[in-house]
């Protein structure tokens, strides 16, 4: 199908892969709760072989796309492909499964989000701020939900990987080390733009030539690798 299949498109799917353990809570919780280190081991390595068999399909998927819808959009591509030119009872077992990843995702977003906000805010003047991100964000993705199931199945896990350079950081702090407040801030309204640029285009979705949620990552990353190296250096010092 015309772009979905380009370098940046391959890069953005490896990259939101690899930092899935780290962005999705419901993996990172059943990572961090084993009993021992080889247990982890052995759960991790599950759980590629997993995915590994979930993305498969995906090619041969493609494939038949490229043959038979080769001008279509992406979003048009994945409903005639896995809707329309399916039997009804595969049809309807599709959209109950786009559901469930809808449903599964929306939650992740949010609650990856949620569970980074520190309990110092409560102590500033705007601390119902981030009851306001989480409110619009809520919106945002029920509009989604029923008018682009499709669309927010497939690019929700891209969206919540724009949160891993935060959750990594927290992972690799010491006890009683806690982040700014501008880091959370700066994630969160990442994610919160990416949200904005799927659901209009009041946000380009493509910045001088490069997917939007690649620069966000980026971005996010250069802050977070700023703010721990800083941190390292003045505990070395």
Known sequence: PTGLLNTQFLLVSFLTIVLMPISQPQLFARFTVMRDERSM???VLG???FVFLIITPTIAIGM???INYPDLSASE???KTL???QPEIIGALVV???IGAAMSTADSQLFALESEVSPTIRTYSFRKFPILIFAIMAFGLAMLSSSELLLLATASFAGTSLLAPMILLAVLSRDGEHPPLLIPVICGASLLIYLISLLSGFVPQMIFEYRLELLLLFLNTIIV??????REQSRIA
């Open 47 to 49: 759980m590629s072989v």
């Open 225 to 230: 690798g700023f703010f721990y190296s800083f």
């Open 41 to 43: 081991i052995e759960m």
């Open 77 to 79: 591509f994945w409903v």
């Open 83 to 85: 809707v329309n030119d």
């Open 64 to 66: 038949y796309g490229a």
């Open 96 to 98: 109950v499964g786009l």
